[in-house]
């Protein structure tokens, strides 16, 4: 069994910054892509950050500049860096994994959410 934990949510004011850990645990042989989600109140999950295996990036356009995805292929731990945080940014973040497991079958999971709340 495979199990992604979300760390590193919390409450911040505007312009500061958080952040978030993600560490992936069980039956793993390796990690391809890993992603960071958000769900706001009332709105559809969005993808917020990709990062593939070799360190390619690709960030949701309002967090560019601001938000860094990194990863530990050691660790099995995906990283999300957020600076001048907004209120806008205010939401559940989720991380993602396509794990390949010993039984060789390559999945995809979710983690359980951190909150991460924006305001003054």
């Known amino acids: 069994q495979v199990q992604l934990v979300e760390s590193g949510g919390g409450l911040v004011q505007p312009g500061g910054s958080l952040r978030l850990s993600c560490v992936a645990s069980g039956s793993i042989v390796s990690i391809n892509g890993m992603d960071w989600y958000r769900q706001g109140p009332g709105q559809a999950r969005e993808l917020v950050a990709h990062?593939?295996?070799?360190?390619?990036?690709r960030y949701l356009d309002s967090v560019k500049g601001r938000f860094t995805i990194s990863r530990d292929n050691a660790k099995n731990t995906v990283y999300l860096q957020m600076n001048s945080l907004k209120p806008e940014d205010t939401a559940v973040y989720f991380c993602?994994?396509?794990?390949?497991?010993?039984?060789?079958?390559?999945?995809?999971?979710w983690g359980q959410g951190t909150q991460v709340t924006v305001s003054s």
């Open positions: 993602n994994g396509d794990v390949f497991d010993v039984r060789g079958m390559l999945r995809n999971y």
């Open positions: 990062i593939g295996r070799g360190g390619g990036t």
